[in-house]
């Protein structure tokens, strides 16, 4: 084993999950609440720190001195094992983003899989555990419900995230979602190939079924993060609040920031697989290849680039909950299996007829 | 191996209470394990104290039991012992967000029983009241509709609003909430200076705020899927189950008591009565948003032909002289005392007044043996009639419609359970 490899994995565990996404996770927080409140005409929380931004903390505080109660009609075992099962996939799935170039000559990525969508979708279909586990252990009626709703709802638009996502790949030909980023670093994002050998009549008709591809990722992706206007699980109104109804103090505060960072993570993919990760439009400050060492200024700006780029998604997220009611269970199951499933594969077809049509050298 | 199939029930306090209420499972079919579902008297989405015992086939509802009474406070009972004035303040505390128009319609309910009629300016202000307690009202209720549906920040909108009407309660009557505004033959006082500028112009940004509601759910995909044909009430139903007020007109029959029944001076107001078509949820929202604009509309004619004059029955043996003529006569000193301590003399008699309130009739029925205290008084209370049809439409609706229904039913359960 390679001692250095481990070291700097480390190293970048610490610094990508701990100090970056973490303390994204509480801005993400502050974020909402901010921007809920100047979408409604309200002030927000503005009391602890400058501009309410040591909110998060003073929540973080107060979750964990509040009492933690365990109801006496759980199942322990699986009460407690639940909120760690939201939280820790939502972080693991991290690990495989490119979130920069390289920095002091080490790439910026924790693992650089050749399989990278493969792992983010295994892994984050592990949470709809924590949440069926803690519906089921709750042994209460409204968890129970919650926990019912959010397993159908992950379950199946699950298939519909992994289906968006193969036209992307079949066009790159490769896993490996850094070299999915360097490519869109080269030759145009996949939404928007303006530059590089994107900016051609076939990169430009590849980018239909990409957009198509897109506006189910991402819908599909609100429906895994339980967001509004797809967040029945938790669905305040009538299952009080769903499959957290029993939990308290930190537990509770687990399945909260959970939805969080599977919400991050989530626009980290987004932005990685169709807005080019952490490069810059038409080819700006984009190193030559891998092998190329990066100045130390252009590593940390790639790397400012995917958080501004992560950010102004999470806000999209935001603004979105707030505007949009939610809807019924039946109809959600209906839009993700006769909707976006057959979007999906359909549009699987459109990119296999049009990458052969298209193919360089073929007479068409 | 064989297998059977058996009832599972957790037998929670709720279960357990369902039991000792006699509830019974009724349905001929088996259809695998049903889920008795107790939602509420504390519960987000039930507005107040409302209780619902569902029966559950999964997500579909197949039998509903609604338990009202968790906020009885034996307002007509109170009644019976207090002089017709000192009742005005618990008639706040009926529909809660109106207290202005029960304190109009309990006023008016008296003073047909008594034979009086108000002076045009006293008539004009309780308009002003009942119309500024509809939009309250209303207001309130799509806001915690759209908010049950999941569309949080029309909820935030209607609320901005409604402060501007809070304070314009204020301005009227020295309180925000329990206006208690009216006595039996008029009025606490007239309106303040400066009251109808700002009416006019709450009624430009009320407009403006109906208009930002629209773009948000009018013609919005998903609030059209949860609203449309669930709820369907047909205007047999309506009539069968006696609904009234929006409930009733978004079936599509045009009844409105301020048009079949005229009191007030309703009849000088040119205002068009919104009903529905379909008598779903959807139509129910319409028809309040609707009503909103045509109480604008009746503000606004009212400030503009406001008459001049006096605003109470002028009979000092029946309505509270003015203070510094108590201080200062002998006469109005004795009228005073005689009406605080006896009452106004009423005939007897019996009487029964519905005005056309934000939920629907408020009624009032008294039956006077004469003196100031009546024998017997009974409120017929809108969100009352208009919730006993909610477990016929509940049943066979989704889960999620429940929230849907009650909202677009828009009840307050002070009202219902009086």
Redesign the interface.
Known sequence: MDWHLLIAAGVKIVVFVFLLTLPLVAMAVWAERRV?AA????VGPNRVGPMGLLQPVADGIKFLLKEDFTPAHVRKTFFWLAPTLVMVPALLTSAVLPFGTKLFGEPMVIADLDVGPLFIFAVASLTVYGIVLAGWSS????PF?GGIRSSSQMISYEISLGLSVVPLIMLYGDLNLGHIVREQAHNGWTLLPLWGEGLSVRGLILAIPMFISFVVFTTAMFAETNR??F??PE????L?AGYHTEYSSMKFALFFLGEYAAMIVGSGLCVTLFLGGWSLPFGWLTPADTAVDVPFWQGLIHIGVFFAKVIAFILFFIVIR??????????LMKLGWIYFFEIAVLNIILTAVLMWLLAPGSAA | MSTTSREIE?K?AAAKAADLDGYQLTTDEIVGEK?V???GPS???THGVLRLILELDG?RITNADVVVGYLHRGDEKIAENMQYNQFVPYTDRLDYLAPLANNVAYALAVEKLMGWELPPRGQAIRTICCEMARISAHLLGIGAY????????VF??TF?QRETVYNLCEMLTGARFTTSYTRIGGQTRDLPEGFTDALLKFTDELLECLDDVDK??TR?K??L??TRDVGVISKEDAIAWALSGPNLRATGIEHDVRRANPYLDYHRYDFEIPIGTVGDCFDRYLVRMEEMRQSVSILRQVVAGLPDGPINVDDPKQFLPKKEKVLTDMEELIHHFMLVTQGIDAPAGEVYFGAENPKGELGFFIHSKGGGVPYRLKIRSPSFVNLSILPKLLRGE??????AILGSLDFVMGECDR
Request: aromatic share 10%.
């Open positions: 809920s979408i409604q005409d309200r042994n209460s009626k409204y419900l509004l206007p967040d029945l669905c305040e109104t009538e009080v707030w505007t949009l009611p939610r809807f019924r269970y039946d109809q | 957790v929670d889920l579902l107790n939602v519960h987000p989405a997500e759209a908010m049950d549906v999941g569309a949080m920040t935030l909108y901005t948000l759910l919005n998903i609030f899927d949860r989704m889960l999620s419609d429940t929230v």
